[in-house]
DNA sequence: CTGAATATGATTGACTTTGACTGAAAATGG
DNA sequence: CCATTTTCAGTCAAAGTCAATCATATTCAG
């Protein structure tokens, strides 16, 4: 049986049932308990189901066709769940992180679970997600960006002041650039970013390939401040040449 | 039987009939005491019921709808919507307000738009509303109490104190009493409200019938501070009374 | 056809859940 | 008020479930 006959076989056994055995599933799929154990966790990291101990629990969003779901999983959500894959990667037990608003950063949270971090968000998307991970978090004050559902504003930047964190990981970077540094269109949102990193003892930027060697209008931070988490797709010259001034992970596909 | 199954049957069985002995559980799930006691707690712990002696009773808000549930809530709804409607209609242009989490502050957002009012809310769930409505909107900042997605603790209390409200709207008050005052059951919870009130010009509670005359676990604050909205089927003992008081709107359905 | 990348299944050791047992705490009934 | 019964939290060993690793099998490109 290919992988994505199984995986269909799976969400349509987790729409009958919301909770199905391993046992159950290797039984109708006649595979290794190995396998759909796999197929579990993949399904899960790409927010199509949330697992429960003893089985797997279908949650994440309406029940249009899955076979779509699977395959709309773009090559862009399969490069942000990368990304948040290596950022995942850092966290370590006890950790207190911040989590800047916008989806890469949201590509995070499935990760955490079972971590026991305490997490401090702006984006309002992502407190119910980690809700559902049951993952202990607080909210910065702040006004609400219609958009994006970022907090921003004094509120905000006066309240992630009060916090102090392990790692930051801020995503919605938007230029990146060696000698003028991160950017990022709004101003209001780079006084956030920028706060928070300074609350942090370190900081790391998601970003895929296209934002490199780029210029935005408000000035988050120097490159030097930051590690910076990437894929595949960066020209060369621009891994060199920020190596020479940061951590830039590359990761590949 | 899957650990998170076992839990819905223990909801679906503290629905039915509010307070189940452990021993009546056991022989509907099948499992031991100790386990029913080690899912007792722990849905305590994630503040989904309230555990008494000899059994636990189901307390805050919905998990899964039955279809008898679902009729139950449509009742409700629209209560709960007339309710909001009237509250809304003490709204003026201009006006800065808090809104309260839960479901029955949930419902005034509707009324709100094209209103040019200012919004500080401390539920997550309103927050997506407000943007859909267009409306200016400030959250505060706090810790996120699991179920509910409200802001609460120290930081929700200090947070607070930084706006001023002209309209403070308040639900989740499940305890009216002439003499003992509003009651709720979490004092954390209670704490928030109690400071929202203190930085509002006039606060309006919004309750259903069934919480008068009730006392809960944390007092929030004297009948005497808050006007009350609530529908018809309130006993005329209780109107009287709280009228002395205050000002009680009852709206006929 | 060969080698690299990927998928699979078996095995292991770590972790989680479970149920019986224990003594403490709470309700019950004189 | 005390003694009895019931209910409860904590501990422990056993069973179940899981992630990690490895060796094998399959796929695909060159």
Redesign the pocket.
Known sequence: ???ME?RDLILSLLKEKDVV???RICEET??????I?????DLENKQIIK?????GASLLKKKREEPTLIEKTTKNQREKNKIAEKAASFIEEGDSLYLDAGSSTMEIIPFLK?KSVVVVTNGIPHVQLLIEYDIETYVIAGKVKRGTAALIGTKAVESIKEFRFDKCFLGGINGIHAELGLTTPDPEEASVKRTAMLQSQITYVLADPSKFGEVSFANVSEVSDVDIITTVGIAEEHVTELSKLTNIEVIAL
């Open positions: 049986m290919i992988t199984r055995t391993v046992k006649k595979a290794s308990e190995s396998t154990r796999r197929d579990l966790t697992r429960v101990h003893g089985g079972d």
